[in-house]
C-alpha cells in the first residue's frame, strides 16, 4: 500500500432552484440585489486598480467604506460587506491570472539561461508591490490587467448566520434570509436533496425568469498518496470519422476518453450556421416590409426572429457538451490518484489562416471548460495537474524524441514507415515534456524548435548524416529549414555542408 501523506476535500458547486416566494419577498429581493449591484460596482471601482494589487480581501470593508456606508442605500451592514468580501475575491483571482500572463511575457522577452537571473527577479517583485517601481513591469501588468467594473446586479451573498434553513419534506426546504428591516427575514422554497448550509449565492436568472441558490457540497475528502503515477494527456478535437472519433482526452497509456465529443460540437457548429442563415433572409424581409406591409414585419419580428427557442437549444447544447467533457475526466482519472501532465492551450492560436466553417467549429471548442474539468476531478482524485508547453507535441515521434516524421490525420508517420495513432503519440510527448529540464513552460515555438533541432540532428549524426539529409529524405518538414536554428546548427554540428 502507497504511503498517505495527506488529505483533500472533495468540493463541488451545487445549484438548485426556488419553487416557492411571495410577491412581496421578490420585490424586496429584487430591489436588494438593485442595490448591492451599486455596491458591486464602486467596489470594483475602487478596489480594481494597480494601487490596490495585492490587497486582502478581508482588509477590503474599511477601503470601501470610506466612501460608501450602507445607510445611504439602506442595507444592513452584513449584506453590504459580505457583497465587499465577494468583490475582493474576484479582484485577488483577477490578479493571480493576471500574474501568470505576465509572467509568460517575461519568460518570452527574457528567454535562455543566460536570463535565469532576470526573470526569477522580476517574477518576486510581482509578487510584491515592488513592481510599481520597475517601469518594464508596470506596463506589462497595466496592459494585462483591465481595471475592473461590474454591471452585476442579480445577486446576494450570505454567509451562515444570514440565514436559517429549515426542512420541510424530504426534498424540500425553507430559507429564511436576512432582510432590509432588522428582525425581519424572507421565506423562500427550495427544492435540494440535501440541506444548504455555508456561504450561499441567491442569482436571479434574467433570462429565464427564476431564482437559483449556489452553494458549495463537500462529499467528503480523499487520502494523498506519496506517490502518483504520472500520465500524459493530449486535448484533441477532430470531426473526422476515423478513429478514434472525436475524443476529448488521449492518454500516454493508449485510452480514449470522451469519444464523440467532436461530433457533438460539429453538428452544434452546423445547427447554429444553418439557423443564421435562414434568419438573415427573415431579417431582410423584416426589413423590406416595415413600409410596404408594417404588421407583417411586426409578425415576422415577433414570432419569427426572437430569441427564445434558439437560447434554450443553445444552453442545452452546452449543458451536453460539459456533460460529455465531465464523463471524459472522471474516466481518464478513474478514481486514481495520478500526476498528469497537459498542454497549456490557454494563449490563442494565432498567424493560421482557416476556412470560416474551421473557425466557427475550433471557437466551440470548450478549451476553458476541458481544464476546469480536469482540475475538478484532479482535487476530487488527490492527483495533481501540471500544464506543459504545448509547442511541436504532435509533430514529434515519442520513439526519438525528434522531429523526424509527419503528422497526417489521425495518424503518425515516423522517418522509418512505422505508423503511431497521432493522439497517442502526441500523449506520450506530453508525458516526456513534464519532466523535460530544457523545455519549460514559459518558453517561446521558436525556443522549443531550437531545441528539438538540436536533438534532431544529434540523432542523424549517430546515423552519419546531417540536417540537410534529413529534409531531402522527406524525413523533416522544409518549414524547418527556414529558420534561424536550423542554419545555425548547419555550421555548429561536425560533418555540416559548409
Known sequence: MPKKVGATKKISTQIVLVIGMTKVVETELLSTMKKLGIVRSESYNKLGSINYWNLDWKKAIPEVKSFRTPDTLGLPAKLMDWTVNDVGKAITAQQAACKDAVIKKIYKRFPGKENKNKRKEYVTQLKTSAFLDNSLLHRLVRKEFQKGHSWVKNQIVYQQVGYKCKRLSRNTWQLELAGLTKGKRNKIIVKSNRKIKGQIRLIYDQILQIFEIHFLVDHGTVEVPSERRSIGVDKGYTDREAWPKALAFYDSEGQAHGTGLGKIITKKSDRICAKNRNRGKLWALHRKLEKLDPAKSARILKNNLSRKTENR???????????????????????ESLKVFAEDLTQPIRNKRRSKTVSRKLNSWMKG??????????????????????????????????????????????FDGVV?????????????????????????????????LRRTARYLEGMGLSLVDGVELGWIDPKHSKTKAFKQLLVEMPGAPK
Open 313 to 335: 437549444r443553445y444552453r442545452q447544447n452546452q449543458s451536453e457538451l460539459t456533460a460529455k467533457i465531465g464523463a471524459a475526466s472522471k474516466s481518464l482519472f478513474n478514481g
Open 369 to 414: 471548460v476541458m481544464r476546469d474539468s480536469l482540475q475538478k476531478w484532479a482535487n476530487w482524485t488527490g492527483s495533481v495537474v501540471t500544464e506543459v508547453q504545448p509547442s511541436y507535441t504532435s509533430q514529434i515521434d515519442s520513439r526519438t524524441g525528434t522531429l523526424l516524421g509527419k503528422r497526417t490525420g489521425d495518424n503518425f508517420t515516423g
Open 420 to 452: 503511431l495513432q497521432a493522439d497517442y503519440n502526441a500523449a506520450k510527448n506530453i508525458l516526456a515534456r513534464g519532466t523535460d529540464h530544457e523545455i519549460t513552460r514559459y518558453m517561446n515555438k521558436n525556443e522549443v524548435q531550437a531545441v528539438l
